[in-house]
């Protein structure tokens, strides 16, 4: 027991700390100390021989691997058949090196989660992260508008100890839906009420980003969720199936009418809210560039380019694969999260919370950040019937 909490308490930490970057020395901050620290024990306490055996099983591991595999064979197509027009090396290093440190804290704790022992309680984790995290936030919240500090405001939004606003809103996309859980889940009045509260902080402190992307985030796992509900109700097959046949019959339908104005809209509104047409040239160039390499990609790093400057990330997830690993990169990505949203239909509200990061996904990059992929792995084996059972066995 003294092992599993420890694994948690350094899960915890790691999460708690993710969003406030600017408290890094250089690249390393509490939170990516917690996880070295979190994969140093897994990988020198336990029996680790089961689970290279039954990497099948790991879909994370598996992703990440022939990721790596992918964008490696594109970085050396880049670098020695197109005379590395794009990328660089340090560009290369540090993609690389983010992307091992997932892969190995996906392994390690995918290896505890299949384990015998089940060295994690993940309910646990995820209860504890959202608590501590959305009172911090609003404590923060509170604190900044109070105080205007240029540490927690930055020009109105709210950033604390954050590099951009990005860095706090990715994180709180997936957080109400880990409360509306919370919420179905407590019997006690005052606990419904505490989480009712934080809750309602959760859609404050997300909106108080400034970020457009945590509010469709928002608002797209509420409607996933919303959708979801009916089929994981105790309705015969046959009802099921003729929901599932009027839903899509009725969005053919609004499609076939209204599909050109609504991409018309659609295109207007990511025009408005583009700071001089930004993303548009950087999903231009990803387009490009991405046509000079496009089965293995050019490699990890930045790639894209606006106006002959210094290479940039693509700030979008489907781009960024596209890049680095060619369309074999974007099948994988596309297939992992297929492959999540089924396995979280099994909860409505897991469903929800990826459905947020999913979405977050197209308008901003998540390869590279560990949280997000943390939350993932636990969302993914949450969902599962029988490993939640099995959680609440061990008491959570």
């Known amino acids: 027991m003294k ?18 970057t600017l408290l890094r020395i250089g690249r390393i901050g509490v939170s990516e100390l917690s996880v070295i620290m979190f994969i140093t024990l897994v990988f020198t306490r336990e029996k680790l021989a089961g689970g290279f055996s039954s990497l099948g099983n790991f879909v994370f591991s598996k992703f990440w691997i022939l990721y790596l595999l992918f964008s490696f064979i594109g970085f050396i197509f880049n670098f020695f058949f197109l005379g590395f027009p794009s990328g660089s090396i340090q ?8 992307y091992l440190l997932i892969l190995i804290c996906c392994f390690a704790l995918e290896s505890i989660i299949h384990s015998e022992f089940r060295r994690v309680d993940i309910w646990k984790i995820l209860k504890t992260v959202y608590f501590s995290a959305s009172i911090a936030l609003l404590l923060l919240l509170t604190f900044g508008r109070l105080t205007d500090s240029s540490w927690i405001m930055h020009y109105g ?17 997936p957080l109400p839906f880990l409360g509306l859980k919370i ?17 309602l902080s959760n859609i404050l402190v997300g909106i108080s980003t400034g970020s457009l992307k945590v509010i469709i985030s928002f608002l797209f796992g509420s409607i996933v969720m919303f959708f979801a ?8 097959k046959d009802t099921k199936y003729l ?24 295109s207007s509104f990511f025009v408005e809210h583009d700071i001089q047409d930004a993303r548009y040239y950087l999903y231009q ?21 606006i106006d002959g400057l210094d290479f940039s990330d693509a700030h979008q997830t489907f781009f960024s694969a596209l890049l680095q ?23 409505v509200y897991l469903l929800g919370a990826y459905s947020s990061i999913l979405m977050y996904s197209f308008g901003g990059d998540i390869l590279r950040r560990l949280p997000m992929w943390l939350f993932m792995v636990m969302f993914y084996y949450l969902s599962d019937l029988k490993e939640v059972s099995k959680a609440r066995r061990i008491g959570c």
Do not use: W
């Open 285 to 305: 160039s990803a387009i490009r560039k991405a046509a000079t390499s496009p089965i293995f990609g050019l490699g990890p790093g930045p790639h894209a380019e």
């Open 183 to 199: 919420l179905s889940k407590s019997s006690k009045k005052t606990l419904k009420g505490i989480t009712l509260f934080l809750l």
């Open 325 to 347: 690993s060619g369309v074999l990169g974007v099948f994988l990505y596309s297939f992992l999260s297929f492959v999540i949203l089924k396995r979280c239909s099994k909860d």
């Open 157 to 173: 939004f709210f950033r604390p100890f954050a590099m951009n606003i990005h860095h706090i809103s990715m994180f709180m996309a």
């Open 243 to 266: 929901m599932i046949a009027f839903f899509l019959l009725a969005f053919t339908c609004v499609a076939f009418i209204y599909g050109q104005t609504i991409v018309g809209k659609a």
């Open 3 to 20: 092992r599993q909490s420890l694994y948690e308490n350094l899960l915890i930490v790691s999460l708690f700390f993710a969003p406030y």
């Open 229 to 236: 509900l009916p089929f994981r109700s105790k309705l015969s």
């Open 91 to 98: 560009g290369f290093l540090f993609d690389s090196a983010s």
